[in-house]
C-alpha cells in the first residue's frame, strides 16, 4: 500500500478544527491528518515531518497565515500551500500572494476541499524531476517586477477585475501591450463561471493572470539585451495567443458546452508556460535541449525529457495545477503533444488541434508548416475527417485579424 498523503490544517479556532476533523473522516485511510492551532505548532510539525498539503487560516495570532506560508515556502517549498480564509481577508490574501498556492473562501463545503487536497496530492505524479519541482513551488515571479509591490497591492484591492488596474503599469514597466493584457484577463474572465464557489474566482484569477504577466516579464528581462532571445520569448506569447483563438474557434465548430470553450481558450493561452520556467530557471540546460531539439527535426518535448526527464508541458501543468487551475485545463496543458484517449471532444483535443495549426497557417518553415498532430489520436477519437473544417475555421480567425 502506497504511503499516505500527509496533510496539516492550521486554524486558531478549535471548533472550526473539530469540524474539519468531522467533515473529513471518510478520508482517514487515504490522509494523515494534522490539525494544529497556530503557526508555531504547524513549524513544529514540519519539521519533525513535512507535510505534502498544509490548509491555514489567514488570521492567527502571533504568527498569521502569510507568515507561516512564507516559511514553508523557505524550508519545505515541495508542500503545497493553501489558505482558507474568510472573504473579509481579501487584502491580507495579497499581500502573501507570493506564497500562497491556493485561496478556498469559509465556509467551504466538504466537495470542494477534499477535491482540492486530492488534485493538490496528485501532482507529483506530473513532475519527476524534484529539482524543477522545488523551482516551481518557490516560484516568486512578483521579485522581479520592477515595481513597488505596495504600488500593486493598492490596484489589486482596488480593482474590481485585479488585472485592469494594472494594466497601464504592466504595458510600460513589464513588456506587455495592453492588448496582450486585454486579452489575457479576457481570457480568465471566462473562467470565472466555471470555478464553483467558496473558491474566490475574482481573487484567484486576477493573482494567477498577474502571476503569469510578472514571470513572463521576469523572464523576457532576463533576456531583454539578447535579441535573438527576446524576440523568441514574444514570438511565444504570440503563438499561444493564436493557439488561444484557435481552441475557442474550434470547440465553437464542434458545438462544445460554454465550458469546453472557456477552458480550450484558457489552456491555449497557457500551454507552453512551462518554457518560461525552463528558460528562466534553467537557461543553460534548456539552450542544451533546444540544440539537440535542431538536431532530431525539431521535437522539443523529446529533448527536454532527455534534459530534463520532464518536458514543458509538464512543467506548466503542475504549475497551473499548484495554483488551483480548473483540472480540465491542466489536463489539456500537459497533453498539449501527446494527448491521450479521453472518450469525447474536449479541450484536450482543442489545443492539440489549435497547436499543430498554429504551426500550419503561421510558420515560416516548411518544417513548422507540416503541422504536429497525433492522428492516432484524432482517429481513435473519430475526428480526424474535422480537421481540414478545423483549418478552415482557423484560417478565417487568421484572415479576420482576430488572432
Known sequence: MADKKRIL?????????????????????????????????????????????????????????????????????????????????????????????????????????????????????????????????????????????DEILRELETADTPVNGLSHLVSHRMGFTPAMVQYMDTVFSGLRPHIPPPAQASVLLGLNTLKLLALSAQVFRQFEHDFLAATAIRSMWEHSIRVSQFARRISQTEHASAAVIDFSAAAGLLHDVGKLILIGYFAEAYATAKKLALQSAGDLPTAERTVFGVDHAQVGAYLLGLWGMPPAVVQAVAQHHAP?????????????????????????????????????????????????????ACAETVREGVA
Not at 505534502?52 to 497565515?65: Q, T
Not at 473562501?105 to 496530492?121: E, F, M, R, Y
Not at 495549426?357 to 515560416?364: F, S
Open 9 to 149: 490544517f492550521v486554524d486558531d479556532e478549535q471548533n472550526l478544527l473539530a469540524g474539519l476533523r468531522r467533515m473529513l473522516r471518510s478520508m482517514r485511510r487515504e490522509w494523515d491528518m494534522e490539525f494544529v492551532s497556530g503557526g508555531k505548532e504547524a513549524l513544529a510539525s514540519l519539521a519533525v515531518k513535512p507535510a505534502d498539503v498544509i490548509v491555514s487560516d489567514m488570521r492567527m495570532p502571533g504568527m498569521n497565515g502569510a507568515e507561516l506560508l512564507q516559511r514553508v515556502m523557505d524550508e519545505w517549498p515541495e508542500t503545497v500551500r493553501v489558505v482558507l480564509s474568510g472573504q473579509s481577508e481579501r487584502a491580507a490574501i495579497l499581500r502573501g500572494a507570493a506564497a500562497i498556492h491556493q485561496y478556498l473562501g469559509k465556509p467551504c463545503d466538504a466537495d470542494t476541499l477534499k477535491n482540492t487536497i486530492q488534485q493538490a496530492c496528485e501532482l507529483s505524479a506530473l513532475m519527476p524531476n524534484a529539482e524543477v519541482r522545488r523551482a516551481v513551488s518557490k516560484l516568486n515571479p512578483f521579485v522581479s517586477l520592477g515595481i513597488p509591490f
Open 340 to 392: 491521450h484517449v479521453d472518450g469525447s471532444f474536449s479541450a484536450v483535443t482543442a489545443v492539440h488541434a489549435a497547436n499543430g495549426l498554429e504551426y500550419r497557417l503561421t510558420a515560416v518553415s516548411d518544417v513548422d508548416r507540416a503541422g504536429k498532430f497525433d492522428m492516432g489520436y484524432l482517429e481513435h477519437q473519430k475526428l480526424a475527417q474535422r480537421l481540414s473544417t478545423w483549418e478552415r
